[in-house]
């Protein structure tokens, strides 16, 4: 198809997708372009524990250049993509143009509010490390302004936490939660019992976990129910606002913090191709992943559509997305080496396992035909994870967190710092307030 | 002078003179309020390895609450100090205000311009982690546009760093940088070489670290130059713009990234204490530490004159905070079991040494009659540095970062976040310009 010496692979993204197809790809003589909008690879699965003040940022984030410092055919930029022309197989970043012989697209997706990009405001989403810290600095800043109130009312509003949403994100920030104040903050105030915060869980469908079997979602409840977390399920939310949540029953709950772990779609990015899209915004791609018409483009991870062997859409979930990663990264090795002119073969996605942690020794798991709750999927939570995280120094740095959290019921990250700045002009800083509620 | 079941002391500031006199203060009937801007207290010696992306932010924050929650007579508030009326014997926050019997002012201080605040839009200073992440996230980001950038001019202007100031956090800044670009960054970029980043101390004094004798700041000065550090001594700044700064010998220097590390001045909170200052903003305080005027009121730390005994002001310098802070509690223990009406002793600094880091292996100290240089300085100051550090799981982390990057060459910190918005309205955000040098 394309001259092997002189093809130039240009890779969007540098999640698990990106990143693995870039440590994948096999041919030191194609150049690849590598463009990420951040210097870091993060590891999503653990960025609950930094907005819950167990973890640093940089304990799960590692340089991309570092990564990929070993392969001198392989570029990193630091920029922005702003559009893209298929036509003349070219991707139009902020500071540049480049031209690519194939393009892999691993942008990832974005919190999604179902139509309501209002909600957004009162309650961020859990995707980027500034969400995090956002998200760590308002909670334990609630916890502060309620030292200083005097009445109950405004106690009982700055201490109440609530999760929309009960997919792994959720069960996990709400075990986090209810664990961050019955155990580490419990201690340290002398006004409030921060043990007596509410943590309650949302979810519209009659389960959490909805991608496990039934009894590994009632095991995730129970474990939930005994840290104190109040599981509400097929429940609807009906409207968010500062400090307040309205369910469909009618009811409002007065909650400072509320935490968006609802829903996600593809990037925004996705509009720009021209190919059809799903209703989460992710490109519709062909069996081998490459986009419809433009058997040069291929699609991978979070804004990628592809039915799995059960008829569904494939999760979209690390796993996944490195298995699409490799796939590519297969089709055009082949491709060069070959002169083009290779049948493609359709992506298998192989199902590794779903894992959800909840909190000490509290966690489920389905591996294969094997079902866990408890300490066992726990440790296998914890081993698999740090299997995955990327670099010797946060692995170890990571082990050592986890080991004296264990110990000693504290956290080591446990720092308000300002919010940082949004960079997009749309979105909004979270600010804290008590003065909505009637008296 | 005041009864002691019913006595209230309130401590502004939980830096090192703060914390200390609330560890240290003895009498468990009397009732201490510690109030500070932040929930935790911050190890300021530390500060330019996160701004250097060798340490993670919470590695040197400890909570405050968490450091001193063993102690049932002391309540921690996180606000911000307004004003004083110290005629009434009350502070203003705020959202409350406090009634003291006794007030301890442990305020700190700020980077300063002397008399050009206009600078500091251009050149930041490094006291806060909001500061540090700024610095960090701003080095990072040149070297990634340096890669982006097609001109040598433009590699050359954003590839420079200029430190202003010679004490010890210039000095270790300037090495910090020259480490992180000569080896940690080398390896990782295609189209720029880190190592070729010029690094350029500039201090108007004869000679750097002036406060050490000579034949240190020469020390200090050859292994800076070790390293790559243009150290440029007696020379003073006349102007700093975006990205530029003029001498006063009329030489100009294009630099991307100017660091200020030149000068340090009281909080300006001192000036509503309606009490004689010095030029930097400290209170002049009598011999005991307390404010003239007010027996009850004492200054401790970065933000008090007072003279040591070699007739020179007692340095701002941690150790010298802490023993004003035990000098203070010995006071105010006496006048309460003796119900006032004790003579108070003048407070004596003894000066423990001083000591500045330079790289690997590479530092200065003095300690009593004592002076070391290289190696062995090195290890007292990892020593020291290791002991003072609060709080266990921080030492554990830090030792283990340094031990990781002195093996590996690596910085474990090294990402780039959105810059943190500053809470107060004067200071800006930093942005990295080329477009100002003509061709």
């Known amino acids: 198809m394309v001259d092997n010496k002189h093809s130039h692979i240009v890779v969007l993204g540098a999640g698990f997708g990106g990143l693995e197809f870039c440590k994948d790809f096999q041919d030191p003589n194609t150049r690849i372009t590598l463009v990420d909008r951040t210097n870091h690879h993060l590891f999503q699965p653990l960025l609950y524990q930094v907005a819950t003040a167990g973890l640093s940022a940089p304990d799960i984030a590692q340089p991309i250049r570092s990564i990929l410092s070993g392969q001198p055919n392989l570029t990193v930029l630091l920029d922005n993509v702003v559009d893209f022309n298929l036509a003349k197989k070219q991707v139009i970043l902020t500071g540049n143009t480049l031209d690519y012989d194939y393009l892999v697209l691993a942008l990832g997706g974005r919190t999604s509010y179902f139509g309501h990009p209002e909600w957004e405001r009162f309650a961020p989403g859990l995707k980027t490390l500034e969400d995090a810290l956002r998200i ?10 309620a030292e200083t109130e005097p ?17 792994p994100t959720g069960v996990e920030m709400a075990g986090a939660c209810a664990e961050l104040t019955r155990h580490v903050l419990k201690a340290d105030f002398q006004r409030i019992d921060a043990s007596e915060a509410r943590v309650i869980l949302i979810e519209a469908a009659p389960r959490i976990l909805g991608n496990l079997p039934p009894e590994l979602s009632a095991s995730a409840q129970r474990q939930l129910e005994h840290l104190g977390v109040q599981v509400r399920t097929s429940t609807k939310v009906k409207s968010i606002t500062q400090g307040r949540v309205d369910l469909e029953n009618g009811e409002t709950i007065w909650a400072a913090n509320i935490l968006w772990a609802a829903g996600v779609s593809a990037t925004p990015l996705t509009k720009k191709l021209g190919v059809p899209l799903d209703r989460a915004g992710r490109v519709v791609v062909n069996p081998d992943l490459s986009l419809p018409g433009h058997p040069e483009v291929f699609a991978v991870g979070d804004m990628a559509l592809v039915l799995g062997p059960d008829g569904n859409p494939v999760p979209g979930v690390s796993p996944a997305a490195m298995q699409m990663a490799k796939h590519t990264a297969r089709i055009i090795e082949n491709e060069l080496a070959f002169q083009g002119a290779v049948a493609r073969p359709a992506f298998k996605y192989w199902d ?88």
């Open 151 to 167: 009445t109950p009312d405004a106690h009982e509003h700055l201490m109440t936490i609530v999760v929309v949403g009960g997919g």
């Open 136 to 145: 760590r600095s308002q909670v334990l800043m609630a916890f502060e302004k």
């Open 352 to 439: 590794k396992g779903t894992m959800a942690t909840i909190g000490r020794s509290a966690a489920v798991a389905k591996v294969g035909k094997f079902e866990f709750s408890g300490f066992l999927a726990w440790m296998a939570w914890l081993v698999v994870h740090l299997i995955f995280l990327v670099g010797f120094r946060n692995k170890i740095a990571v082990l050592f967190q986890w080991f004296y959290s264990y110990i000693t019921y504290k956290r080591g990250a446990r720092i308000i710092t300002n919010p940082p700045c949004r960079l997009e002009g749309t979105a909004p800083t979270v600010s804290i307030g008590t003065g909505e509620k009637p008296a």
